[in-house]
């Protein structure tokens, strides 16, 4: 009757879930961001219609789980809806783009630094969560939170003061491996140049000002999303599969 | 580490989906101790589907020819096309037998995180399939879970300058499943249940122009309130100061 030491401990979190994978016949992996640390967890049956489960895990979910410490994996025993953004950011396609690649960047930054976590996890809520309200263009929203997730990450640019000698702003020169503007006197060769609006639209997307940022017109937003891209790319080793399906409008 | 042969079987059995390093070692040895008989006749079958089955020109389910059997079957309604994921789900809806139109497999649903987007799928196949004016309904099959939603969502919105009636499978089929797992009787009652999700006002348009969106399951979303935050997620006063933290009733107007 002894379980001979081996007690199975269980533990309950709240979590974003991030993705899924199939596993088995009917099971899937569920990668859970919660304010701990991401977890790798199964679910059992949950792609059986039976399941109850299942609308419960997919991609997007802010959930409150119950799970069971494995010798691999976890096991979800339990879960509760908290936020159902899965549901609300599917019927939007560009924002369904938009949400895949802000987990899949989140999962990126976290596995090169956990530290911040709970920050992370508090920025990918609150991205979800506006996205889910469809009251901003998701390419901005997408944007805002790639330059916030860096900044949590220890790379937060600059699109004031001169990256390299603090001079204050503005500043007409960027460059990106830099991580913002730089003065007349600091700027390195491989500087660009882009226009004024399009440094102010960068500043607006970094604070988060979305007046500013629904003022900004399609010439300024193409030119920021490349930048913003770049500076992901320069930052990350591997590259982001899913912001190649980013449909912008 | 075994030596060559087998440990390439373990190797090449461990690839397949949803066989880990143990069922396949497991797999390898049945195969080791098995009647050399029953194994050949296995290692031919594998070969003949190989070299026989592929996939028809017209819809990409599978089939032994260019085109094949529901294609080629003059009795079935050429008006109708329902639109699966993959080509065991035409399997499942043929055994309900309450389809008796054609089919169109997409080859997957769009997933980014695993690099598949609308390109990757048979849509554009699709499109110059319904330059054919008999067809006159859509009915959209897609698993319900999230990957099969958003792919109906691209779907509807890609379509729908078409001007052909767009339905989706409803009730019944609680989100988050597979279809193949659907039983019979649930898989039915979702074809007669299925709901218009996309008819365009203008008939006969080039497709890929953007409609608007039906959203009839999803109720409308409230206006943000700007710097709004709650107790519950304490603003982070340098990075988040401005995404709108939710509400904590989000879910319950989010829930179908
Ligand atoms: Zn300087
Ligand atoms: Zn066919």
Redesign the interface.
């Known amino acids: 009757m002894s379980r001979s030491g081996f007690a199975s401990k269980s533990y309950r979190t709240r979590g974003i879930v991030l ?1 899924t994978h ?5 099971d899937r992996i569920i990668t859970l961001l919660t304010p701990n640390g991401i977890v790798r967890a199964v679910a059992k049956g ?15 979910m802010e959930v409150e789980a119950q799970l069971v410490m494995g010798r691999n994996l976890d096991i979800v025993s339990q879960a509760q ?8 950011l ?4 560009p924002s ?2 938009v949400a ?2 802000m ?2 960047i989140a999962e990126k930054l976290l596995e090169a630094d956990s530290d911040s976590t709970l ?1 992370q996890y ?2 990918l ?3 979800l ?2 996205l ?5 263009e998701p390419g901005a929203v997408l944007d ?1 939170y790639i330059l ?1 997730a860096l ?2 990450a220890g790379w937060a640019p600059s699109f004031t003061s001169c990256v390299r000698c603090g001079k204050p702003g503005p500043h007409e020169a960027l460059h990106v491996q830099l991580g913002g503007v730089v003065c007349a006197d600091c700027r390195p060769s491989g500087s660009l140049s882009p226009h004024p609006v399009t440094i102010q639209y960068l500043q607006a997307l970094l ?5 500013a940022v629904a003022l900004a017109g399609p010439r300024a937003r193409k030119q920021a999303a490349e930048i913003v891209a770049n500076y992901l790319q320069w930052h990350l080793e591997r590259a982001v ?2 912001l ?3 449909e912008r409008s | 580490m075994y030596e060559g042969a087998v440990q390439e079987l373990i190797d090449e059995l461990g690839r397949l989906p949803g066989i880990g390093p143990k069922s396949a070692q497991r797999i390898a040895f049945h195969i080791l101790d098995a009647d050399a008989e029953d194994m050949t006749r296995l290692a031919a079958s594998i070969q003949l589907v190989k070299e026989k089955v592929k996939f028809c020109e017209i819809c990409f389910n599978i089939s032994e020819q260019d085109t094949c059997a529901i294609c080629r079957d003059e009795r079935r309604e050429g008006s109708m096309i329902c639109i699966v994921e993959e080509s065991k789900d035409v399997l499942a809806i043929e055994r309900t037998r309450a389809f008796g139109g054609r089919y169109h497999v997409l080859g997957g649903s769009i997933n980014p995180l695993a690099g598949v987007g609308p390109e990757q799928l048979h849509i554009r196949e699709l499109v110059t399939r319904l330059a054919d004016d008999s067809i006159t309904e859509l009915i959209l099959a897609t698993d319900p879970n999230l990957e099969g939603e958003a792919t109906a969502v691209y779907l509807v919105r890609a379509l729908a300058p078409l001007g052909i009636k767009i339905t989706r499978l409803a009730s019944g089929l609680p989100v988050g499943g597979d279809l193949e797992y659907a039983d019979e009787v649930t898989l039915a009652r979702a074809f007669e249940g299925r709901r218009v999700a996309g008819r365009a006002a203008a008939p006969q348009v080039a497709p890929q122009l953007p409609a608007p969106e039906p959203r009839t399951e999803v109720p409308a979303r409230g206006k943000p309130e700007a710097g709004e935050s709650t107790s519950d997620h304490p603003v982070d006063a340098q990075t988040q100061q401005r995404f709108v933290v939710p509400e904590m009733d989000d879910h319950r107007s989010a829930t179908r």
């Open positions: 993705r199939k596993l088995g016949e009917a949950v792609r059986r219609t039976t399941s109850r489960l299942g609308a419960t895990l997919e991609p997007f809806l908290r936020h159902a953004y899965g549901q609300l599917v019927a939007d396609y369904y783009t895949n690649a987990v899949e920050r508090r920025l809520h609150g991205a969560a506006l889910s309200k469809l009251a901003v805002s916030r900044s949590i604070e988060g000002d979305w007046d599969k899913s190649r399906h980013v």
